[in-house]
């Protein structure tokens, strides 16, 4: 086991991937944030907080999107679904979805199916904690990048949150 | 996470977990259903026939609607008009159709245990919409459903189902599901329509004064005289019927609290329900249909995976 983010780069990556999202956006009024059920919430619940600190909170749009029934693996494996909360348009809006880990890429094609049966956004962007690059199963590369790491297929990365696990850290293990 | 059975054919064998993951199931469904897009692609691969052998509005188009909306291909059978009626038998029926490379059957027959017997002969899954007089799962299932939604919990909850309980799958289902999740339940009725022992083989209270079962309970489901399934007379004529156990406005008010009416469908208005109950502000029957076709998205989703 390995530790690839401690509690204070955690911490700080967090503060980054939101300043960095803000960089691109500047104003949050064309933006909507949407956090991927269940473990990317922890991070956009975060990036949202800081963000709400840089600039006028209620100009922000946070919705949280599951995509279990739109897994391509439902026929071997099923998965419990959780709460999707958009509770606003996305039509012509730029979407940064965020999640924990991007490994496979079949989470975010997933997603993407989600996202557009809710509107035609202008733009949609990803956002991730690790990037498990060269692990990819489909063309889906992230925008914002907390961490890249170089893994093999049979190593696994653990994402660890205050709120679920109690304490912030991310590990490798072998 | 998956249910503990392949099949479903009746509330009787499902767990307490699995009746839990259903509604929970159900009520992400009941999201999707409010979209403008109201549809996901979870079944798209997977290709469900309707057996009904036996007469059905709500149910087939609900359960055709909850195909659909998981995006499978879906087949309708009606029995008068295939070559059942030509004589061919049941299993003989089902195996044709699933050598078309079908994955799973929703059925519907008069005999009970018809569902059961099928379950023993062929690979797909077999969701059970009524057999006979034996149960309708998916209905108790929605009813459950149903009241989560007003009253927030099953448990301790006095539901009073009333009417024919003799010939009601959807009782029999009902009693199961809410012995299982913890309510008070209480069936009422003629005694000519209420089986012998029921009480000691089941654990519910028996009222024969429909006034006295309103007063007691918070729901009232209110079943249809299964006049199909009667083949001797039960009660001398449905007019009488109305008079001793039909529900009226009058009625309702003369008990001075307020009961939530269910009705599984279709309502013989001016027999055990009237029209100004059935319309009332109490009822929750439209509720009832619009969250069927969740709950079936539910099973339908939670029974393909295996």
């Not at chain 1, 071997?76 to 979407?95: C, M, R, W, Y």
């Not at chain 2, 049941?90 to 245990?113: E, F, P, Q, W, Y």
Request: charge should be neutral; glycine fraction near 6%.
């Amino acid at each position: 086991m390995k530790t690839i983010l401690s509690e204070q780069q955690v911490a700080l990556t967090v503060k980054r991937l939101a300043h960095q999202v803000l960089e691109q956006h500047l104003k949050l009024d064309n933006t909507v944030i949407i956090g991927l059920q269940p473990r990317g919430i922890f991070l956009s619940d975060r990036m949202v907080h800081e963000l709400s600190a840089l600039v006028e909170p209620a100009s922000i749009s946070y919705g949280k999107l599951d995509i279990t029934f739109y897994r391509d693996d439902v026929r071997t494996e099923l998965h419990v679904a959780n709460k999707t909360d958009i509770p606003f348009s996305i039509e012509g809006k730029q979407v940064v979805l965020i999640d924990d880990v991007l490994w496979t890429g079949r989470t975010i094609r997933a997603a993407l199916d989600a996202l557009l049966d809710f509107g035609r956004p202008s733009k949609v962007e990803l956002c991730v904690l690790i990037d498990r690059r060269f692990n990819r199963q489909l063309p889906i590369q992230p925008d914002y990048t907390g961490r890249a790491i170089d893994t093999i297929t049979t190593q696994k990365v653990k994402v660890f949150w205050k709120e679920k696990d109690g304490t912030d850290c991310v590990e490798l293990i072998s | 996470m998956k249910l503990s059975t392949k099949h479903l054919l009746g509330i009787k064998d499902l767990t307490t977990e699995d009746i839990q993951l259903i509604l929970s199931t159900a009520t992400n469904f009941k999201d999707v259903l409010q979209r403008p897009v109201k549809k996901v692609p979870s079944l798209r691969d997977v290709t469900i026939v309707n057996l009904f052998y036996e007469n059905s509005t709500r149910t087939r188009f609900s359960f055709e609607l909850a195909e659909k909306r998981l995006s499978a291909d879906t087949l309708n059978f009606a029995a008068s008009n295939s070559s059942a009626a030509k004589g061919e038998t049941l299993l003989d029926t089902v195996n044709n159709i699933l050598s078309m490379k079908v994955d799973m059957v929703v059925m519907r027959h008069s005999a009970s245990g018809a569902p059961h017997f099928l379950s023993k002969h062929i690979p797909a899954a077999i969701i059970n919409a009524g057999d006979g007089i034996n149960e309708h799962p998916t209905q108790a299932l929605l009813d459950a459903f149903s009241m989560i939604e007003k009253f927030g919990s099953l448990k301790g909850l006095k539901v009073a189902i009333i009417g024919d309980i003799m010939h009601s799958r959807v009782a029999l289902s009902n009693i199961y599901l809410l012995k299982k999740m913890g309510a008070e339940i209480m069936v009422a009725g003629p005694p000519t329509l209420i089986p012998k022992y029921i009480t000691e083989a089941l654990g519910v209270r028996v009222e024969y004064n429909v006034k006295n079962a309103l007063q007691w309970c918070d729901v009232a489901n209110v079943l249809r005289i299964q006049l199909e399934r009667q083949n001797q007379p039960l009660f001398s004529s449905l007019r009488e019927y109305n008079l001793a156990y039909g529900i009226s406005r009058k009625l309702l008010e003369s008990i001075g609290k307020e009961i939530t009416i269910m009705h599984p469908g279709p309502i013989n208005r001016g027999v055990e329900l009237d029209s100004d109950v059935a319309d009332g502000p109490s009822s929750i029957v439209l509720n009832q249909v619009e969250n069927g076709v969740a709950v079936r998205m539910a099973v339908l989703y939670l029974l393909s995976g295996t």
